[in-house]
Structure formats: C-alpha cells, structure tokens
C-alpha cells in the first residue's frame, strides 16, 4: 500500500539523482522551499572563525537517544480502517458513505465521492461534499432530507476513506514517498519514514503545501508541553520536511528526565532544566558543572554555573551532582 523512493541526502542534493517518482509529485514551490533549505549551512561562530558543520560531525555522530527520536520510530499503525473516524476528518476523493433513511421512507445505499467533490444522492441530486468535515455532511445531509421527506430520519456514516501520499524528506532514515492515514498529522508521519537521523531537529519540521506555503512544527510542544496546536493532519500533495542541527546539550545526574535535548536560538539553561523536568530532590542547586568550549583557548573546559538564565552557547554538557558531593574537580 505504499513505496519508497531512493534515500535522499538534503544536505548534499542533486536533483538529477533523485528518484524521478518523488521529484514527480513535488509541486514547484515545494522544490524552491526545499532547495533554499539545503543551501542555509549549519555553522557555528567562534571568535570570527567559522567552523562548518563538517567539522563538527564526530560529535553530531556521537549523539545517539536523543529527546524525542524514539517517539518517532513506535510503528505505526497502517490498518486504519478499522479505527473510529473523527466528525472533524476533512472527506476526500474516492471516500465512500453509507447512507440509512428510516421513517416514512426505509432505504439505504452507498455513495462515493466524485472527482467533481460531488456524491449522487437517489432521488436528491448532487451534494458537494469534497473537503468538508464528516460533521458538516452529516448536517448538509440532514438539512436535505428535512426539505425533502416528512417524518424521515437520516444516518451517515464513513464506510471507506482514501489514504493520502505525502513526500517525507530530509533528515528522517528512508526518504520517500508514502500513502498514509487519512488522520496522520505532522508527527506521526515520521514513524512511516522510520524516525530520523541523529542530527535530525525536530524543532523546526517544516510541512510544505503544495503552493510552497509553509507550517513550522516544533514537536517538543508535543512532547514537553502535551500541545498538538501546530501538529496539524496532512493533506495529500504536503511534503515534510526534516532540517539537520548540532544543537543539543546533554544534561545528566539529579534531574528527573536526564537525555540531550535540542536548544534553540535565546534558550538558557533554565528551559533545559524544563526539558528534564527539574531537578530531583537530592539535587545539590550549588553543584553544577557545565562543559564548554572556550573560545580564547580553544579548548574545552569545566566551569561551575550560578546562573540559570546561563546562555547556551557553546555549552556541550550539564552536570548536576547529589548533595553532598565532596569530591574535588578542576573546576574553573
């Protein structure tokens, strides 16, 4: 029920090796969006050195059991024939409705969605139905046969809904292009392409329309916060697309959720310390240590932190340690 096309490597894209199946069904927008993306080199500035992302590949390689990535890889579950359709699923091409009259007239058929939008109703013509909610035709259908019948009374339901194809690009394990579930949103797309790479961001999974309009997803909203207010359901035609970073801090010791976690541009310590739920109760707040890059140096160093609004940059690693850990470190 569904195919992939050939890995992709968006940091290094030429188009004319890449599967002419999904090059086919992106729309000329979602092109220009994708190879704008590939050409933004992810760089960190040291003392107007510039060191590119190259340079920093042993330590994105090293990074493995990321926040988050193993959410991306429970598999999904393809047989969605059989799971509940929501009133707020947005009907498509090929769906197909049972329709029960009881009353003073008793009948029942089936009907599908036109390639017009349209279904045949016997008796009542066409009704324009394609991209409205299952809630809205319930109602458009309703309102129909008030006007029509007397003492008629109407079910509706979704006997049939067509999988949508989407393109999943970038930074996920297998590129392609997949028929999904009516209902997938942004974040369980990813599990169809079998989670992401370890330099994968998943603060800034971009889903591209195909006119090239673009929806911004940071999945720690989900993750963190419980909020699916961006993760929004796909629609046929959508490409998402996963963006590379090297910016992730590890925090370990007496914290609640210990991992490494991705950072974004104003972020301090304090949202990390959010990240992994807080401190423990046999957190020692005076005792933590963070590692870093010194920039004057140029080497990488151990420094106490007093602050937690500390600026991320440069930072590697948090330590918090126990109370009444004595032991002594070089510490600067």
């Known amino acids: 029920q569904f195919f992939f096309s050939q890995d992709i490597d968006l940091n290094n894209v030429d188009i004319s090796n890449v599967d002419p199946e999904l090059i086919g069904l ?9 190879t704008k993306s590939n050409q933004t080199e992810f760089v960190t500035e040291i003392d107007n050195e510039v060191i590119e992302e190259e340079d920093n590949a042993q330590m ?9 990535y193993n959410f991306l890889r429970r598999s999904n579950n393809r047989n969605f024939s059989e799971l509940p359709i929501p009133d707020n699923y947005q009907v498509g091409l090929n769906d197909v409705f049972l329709v029960v009259l009881s009353g003073t007239e008793n009948k029942s058929f089936r ?3 036109q ?4 279904i045949m109703m016997p008796d009542l013509g066409l009704v324009p139905v394609f991209g409205d909610t299952l809630e809205e035709v319930k109602g458009k259908l309703q309102a129909l046969v008030n006007e029509s019948y007397v003492g008629v009374e109407i079910f509706v339901s979704l006997t049939k809904v067509t999988p949508k194809k989407i393109s ?3 930074s996920v394990n297998v590129p392609g292009v997949y028929l999904v579930s009516p209902y997938t949103t942004i974040s369980s797309a990813l599990s169809y392409s079998d989670g992401v790479k370890p330099n994968a961001s998943l603060r800034s999974i971009k889903l591209i329309k195909p006119d090239g309009r673009i929806i911004d997803f ?6 963190i916060y419980g909020s699916r207010t961006k993760d929004v359901v796909v629609e046929a035609g959508d ?3 996963v963006q590379a970073t090297d910016s992730f801090i590890e925090i370990s010791g007496e914290v609640n959720r210990p991992g490494k976690y991705e950072h974004m541009e104003g972020e301090t310590l304090e949202d990390i310390f959010n990240f992994s739920l807080g401190l423990t109760g046999n957190a020692n707040s005076n005792k933590i240590t963070a590692v870093y890059y010194d920039t004057y ?3 990488v160093k151990t420094k106490e932190i007093k602050d937690i609004k500390l600026s991320l940059e440069n930072i590697v690693s948090i330590s918090v340690f126990p109370i009444g850990f004595n032991e002594m470190r070089d510490v600067l």
């Open 26 to 34: 992106l729309t000329p927008e979602q092109l220009e969006v994708i």
């Open 111 to 113: 009907v599908s969605v």
């Open 218 to 223: 940071d999945l720690y909203d989900l993750l």
């Open 60 to 68: 994105v390689s090293s990074l493995t059991n990321n926040f988050g």
């Open 168 to 170: 999943i690009v970038g």
């Open 115 to 118: 390639t017009d939008g349209n």
């Open 297 to 299: 140096s140029r080497a």
């Open 239 to 241: 490409t998402v697309l």
